[in-house]
């Protein structure tokens, strides 16, 4: 390999001129080299001078070959070690000078004073043997010399090798890296997955899928629409008369007409969901209407071809008969649609989901919601993103909480930022005894204090436990109202997110997964009793001095399977550990954006942890 | 106790199998239990060629289970025209 050539392939344009002094190995290398020579000619001689009885370098030929290094291992060393060791120490010196050169012709062959010219032979630094030296020939800095061309080809063998096993080793972290993105772990396959793999893959070859099972059948389905390859063909694989349930997750290549299909080859629907269905028109909804009788499940998201009348004209035709209702993503579903929805179905609904609905913009038609739903069976509410924060406030809450809270388990009020402590207190900690899932993304007016006191309150409501809580973005709640928040729902909390929190501290999550009887925290106590007991008797002057620390008593998690601590930087390794020692069901822990959650961690195996800045991909 | 199952196809065909490779299959270690487990042979409602190739796949985890960790094992391939009923006896055998 050509030393001036192995950095990059990277090269700018040539001039004949360049290629043939290249050609004639007259190189940029060799006229430095050259150069260097001449300004160092006056330097051996003089060394020479001052110890003539040392043996000559420059007659002796095979000295003069080999370059310093090389002597030495070859067992000529003689008392000139010392002298040996001042050259090299001025050829390292002069190197240091150069550095400013690019390293690629940096002057290493120059450090014995013998310069071999190319064409000369030479022996091989790691042989031994004489070769002819070359342009190609190759240097090798540490052992100072040249290698013949059989040894470089060992030696390139090698690093092709080394070469191979970096990369296949880069390939296994980089799998392991994306699956840990998808949360999996690398396992052996399942033999029914593998076969869904291949059916996928020939999806379009296959004309019924037969007798595999719904539950394989929906596998399918995901997968599809994961790739993105449900389309009108696919589709009907899916649909027989018999069934109840259809899931679809996305729909934006299926068009209108097989859309009908749905309809009229599986007229038994009870539930029908249709994401991403661009596509569903006017008219399928109305053939929707006559055609699937007993549809009481209806999801669609991004149906904003369906206008406002029809979907008045829908409500008003099958409203009656809708449990459920879900409707995401859309403009065209606006006020007065949400008042035929309310007038026909509201005290049958047991769920309701309006997200992101543009089109949804009098504050009224908001303020109407809780008149409806009486007397109320309603267990699922979201009412999340809405097109302005005005539109959604505490006062609506509290008046649907009053009317619903008896009956509803899940509650999503994603993106409502004008919420404010007032539906926490008022609302939330009064009126849902069986609440069990609760989501409230961005809700960052509610404070710290307020939500602190309002689920002390609540465990005298709610004596059950939150089972899934989301509190992302809730950006003003600190270490009391989570701790308050545990202390109510930690023995059956399973999914947790307190993602973007930046005031919760170390100190609190350490005492939280740390256990009561650890010194440090009895340390803690005894000082907090103490400070208590001067408090009362002495002024309070040292406590405003130095901040008090708060005590908490650990919490144990049993059924905590995933959290989300991503975005609160107090948590670290020693965080971590802890966690993993505590929780024992805790299976994915995601924490993006903690730049102290380095790949030193312990914890156990079988827990996933998501987000540090070692895993690459 | 023999080491060995024999896996017998409706057609007939039969698989003399590692016991141990065999019980990867749930529905196949439950079977121990009853008349299979005394005679060591379990007939199974599947052909010859889709039975093959579920047996292979029993060696293939067999041999890479271990080795799933550390990432680098081979792909498991099917016969593209078995692959869907491949798939209900693969859900029936729980593998």
């Known amino acids: ?617 | 106790m023999s080491e060995y199952v024999t896996l017998v196809s409706s057609d007939n065909y039969k698989f003399v199998v590692l016991k141990e490779v065999a019980l990867i299959s749930s529905v196949l270690r439950n079977t121990q239990g009853f008349e299979e487990g005394k005679t060591g042979k379990i007939n199974l409602e599947m052909d010859g060629d889709i039975l093959e190739c579920i047996v292979e796949y029993l060696y293939y985890h067999y041999k890479y289970k271990d080795q799933a960790e550390l990432g680098n094992i081979p792909e498991f391939n099917i016969p593209t025209h078995l692959a869907l009923e491949l798939l209900v006896k693969a859900d029936f055998l729980d593998i």
């Not at chain 1, 899931?247 to 080859?265: G, K, M, Q, T």
């Not at chain 1, 926490?424 to 009064?430: N, S, V």
């Not at chain 1, 010194?519 to 907090?528: A, R």
Request: glycine fraction near 6%.
């Open chain 1, 1 to 617: 390999m050509s030393r001036n050539r192995k950095s990059s392939g990277v090269r700018g344009p040539n001039s004949a001129l360049t290629e043939f002094l290249k050609n004639e190995g007259i190189t940029e290398g060799f006229r430095r080299r050259r150069e260097a020579q001449a300004s160092e000619s006056p330097h051996p001689q003089q060394e020479r001078s001052t110890e003539p009885e040392n043996e000559d370098i420059s007659e002796d030929p095979e000295e003069t070959v080999s370059p310093a290094g090389a002597r030495i291992r070859r067992g000529v060393a003689t008392e000139s070690d010392q002298e040996e060791e001042a050259i090299r120490a001025a050829g390292r010196a002069k190197r240091r000078d150069d550095s400013d050169f690019d390293p690629e012709f940096s002057d290493d062959d120059l450090d014995a004073n013998g310069i071999k010219k190319f064409g000369e032979e030479d022996n091989c630094v790691t042989c031994g043997k004489v070769f002819n030296l070359t342009v190609y020939s190759r240097y090798l800095r540490d052992q100072r010399g040249y290698v013949c061309e059989t040894c470089n080809e060992t030696i390139k063998a090698k690093e092709r090798n080394a070469k191979r096993n970096q990369m296949s080793s880069r390939k296994k972290r980089k799998k392991i890296a994306l699956a840990l993105l998808d949360k999996q772990v690398v396992r052996i396959p399942k033999l029914q997955d593998i076969c869904i793999k291949k059916i996928t893959l020939n999806i379009d070859d296959v004309e019924a899928l037969g007798d595999i099972g719904q539950v394989n059948m929906n596998k399918i389905s995901k997968i599809l629409s994961k790739n993105r390859s449900l389309n009108n063909s696919t589709v009907s694989l899916f649909l027989n008369p018999n069934l109840k349930s259809l899931e679809f997750w996305d729909c934006s290549n299926v068009d209108s007409d097989s859309l009908n299909r749905i309809a009229s080859y599986c007229p038994n629907l009870e539930s029908l969901t249709l994401f991403m269905c661009g596509q569903l028109h006017n008219d399928n909804l109305k053939y929707y209407t006559t055609n699937l009788k007993s549809l009481s499940e209806l999801s669609l998201n991004g149906p904003f071809l369906i206008s406002d009348t029809v979907w008045q004209e829908y409500f008003e035709q099958s409203g009656s008969q809708l449990t459920k209702f879900e409707v995401r993503n859309t403009h065209r579903f606006q006020n007065d649609s949400l008042i035929s929805l309310l007038e026909n179905s509201g005290r049958n609904l047991t769920s309701l989901r309006l997200s992101r609905l543009d089109g949804l913009d009098s504050k009224d038609v908001y303020d109407l919601i809780p008149h409806y739903l009486e007397p109320s069976k309603l267990e699922q509410l979201e009412i999340s993103y809405p097109f302005q924060e005005d539109l959604v406030t505490d006062d609506l809450l509290i008046n649907i909480l009053a009317i619903t809270g008896e009956t509803i388990t899940h509650l999503n009020l994603d993106g409502c930022s004008n919420l404010t402590d007032q539906f926490i207190t008022d609302g939330l900690a009064k009126f849902c005894p069986n609440l069990t899932h609760l989501s409230m993304k961005n809700l960052d007016q509610i404070t710290n204090e307020a939500f602190a006191r309002a689920l002390e309150e609540y465990s005298a409501v709610n004596s059950g436990g939150l089972i899934s809580v989301d509190l992302t973005k809730c950006t003003g709640l600190g270490d009391e109202a989570i701790y308050s928040l545990l202390k109510h729902s930690g023995h059956t909390v399973v999914e947790f997110s307190i993602n973007s929190l930046s005031l919760l501290s170390k100190d609190f999550l350490l005492q939280l997964f740390t256990e009561d009887h650890h010194p440090y925290k009895k340390g803690l106590k005894e000082k907090l009793e103490k400070l208590e007991s001067n408090g009362t008797n002495e002024n309070n002057e040292e406590n405003d001095n130095n901040e008090t620390p708060s005590y908490y008593p650990k919490l144990s998690f049993p059924f905590l399977t995933t959290a989300d601590f991503g975005f609160v930087r107090s948590v670290d390794d020693e965080i971590l550990e802890l966690v993993g020692e505590s929780c024992p069901k805790l299976s994915i822990l995601e924490v993006y954006g903690n730049n102290r959650c380095t790949f030193r961690a312990n914890f156990r195996k079988d827990l996933m942890v998501i987000g540090r800045q070692g895993d690459e991909v």
